[in-house]
């Protein structure tokens, strides 16, 4: 399978525990992406990559969500002190620099605060 | 505000029934309109257009752009019990920083045997 992966598919917290996620792009797409989707709603744009940059950062919900990708391959995305509204759907999204406006979606972590 | 409004939210139809799927948005320095499935997982990807009047095909959905009334409509006919999903409609465009898909809250559409 080359398409978007992500670990774990679910996780299930505490209030006020750390989290982190995993993404891998499609191997050849430079831009990665993350979102977030709570129920009846379209996806969040949170941040996004090209390559290791982190391009935009400012729709990150606060200052508990920090997202990585040190190497320019796979991408982490970390909440700290979790709260119960952090529950939902993380996505993540890989595209290509050139024409990279189709993204392709992996098939998302979910996250339960309890 | 929402910059992406899609209608109606819910449909329920029968099997065989044609539906069409609305889709307007308001920006300024618009790039591109993406069309996606999403069933109880990941969002697929359908379409993209960025250019007016041009209708892109695949099987029986097709979905076409205007963009001087900046709305796009997302055709299904002869539909299937296995069309039943949320479609969702996102736009990409340049200004305020941010690369990223700005979606809509998606259609949830029924098909019924």
């Known amino acids: 399978d080359t398409g978007v992966s992500q670990d774990p598919r679910h996780k299930i917290t505490k209030r006020g525990q750390n989290v982190t996620f995993r993404c891998d792009p499609i191997s050849e797409h430079n831009r990665l992406y993350w979102y977030r989707q709570t129920l009846g709603q379209g996806p969040e744009f949170l941040t996004y990559f090209q390559n290791e940059a982190q391009l935009e950062k400012s729709r990150l919900l606060s200052d508990r969500f920090s997202a990585e990708r040190p190497k320019g391959s796979f991408s982490t995305l970390e909440i700290q002190r979790t709260e119960q509204g952090d529950s939902a759907m993380y996505l993540c999204?890989?595209?290509?620099?050139?024409?990279?406006?189709?993204?392709?979606f992996g098939p998302g972590t979910r996250l339960t605060v309890l | 505000e929402d910059k992406v409004v899609q209608s109606p939210l819910s449909l329920v139809v029968h099997e065989g029934d044609t539906v069409t799927l609305n889709c307007s948005y308001e920006v300024t320095n618009f790039r591109s309109l993406l069309w996606y499935k999403q069933e109880k997982k990941a969002p697929t990807f359908l379409f993209m257009l960025t250019s007016s009047g041009i209708e892109k095909k695949s099987g029986r959905l097709s979905s076409i752009l205007d963009k001087k009334e900046l709305f796009s409509i997302l055709n299904i006919t002869a539909t299937q019990t296995g069309d039943s999903a949320v479609y969702l409609c996102a736009i990409r465009y340049s200004g305020g920083g941010a690369d990223g898909l700005t979606f809509g809250k998606g259609t949830h559409l029924i098909i019924q045997p």
């Open positions: 999204a890989s595209s290509l620099a050139e024409g990279g406006d189709t993204q392709y």
